[in-house]
């Protein structure tokens, strides 16, 4: 089942930061999905996550493919 808090925490231990989604959504009009903002130690990171493509990930067992891009990403940011 597919949860939110637990991406969450993932990322964080295995970024060594405080990783966490908004719990805001927002609208991307060039593919009509919505999103939401990757926060890293309390910081908007400009990153944008589709969480229906996470849980999809999830279901079809690809989830540690996003987990890799996405602390790729964070790891650009954090390193700036």
Avoid: C, P, W
């Avoid at 637990?6 to 805001?24: D, G, Q, W, Y």
């Avoid at 991307?28 to 849980?55: A, E, P, W």
């Amino acid at each position: 089942m597919f949860n939110i808090v637990i991406i969450e925490n993932e990322l964080s231990k295995r970024s060594n930061h405080n990783v966490r989604f908004s719990h805001e959504s927002y609208y991307m009009s060039d593919d009509f999905g919505f999103y939401r903002k990757l926060l890293v130690d309390n910081k908007d990171t400009g990153i944008k996550v589709r969480l229906d493509h996470l849980q999809e990930a999830e279901e079809s067992g690809r989830l540690e493919d996003k987990y890799k891009v996405l602390l790729g990403q964070i790891e650009k940011v954090t390193n700036r």
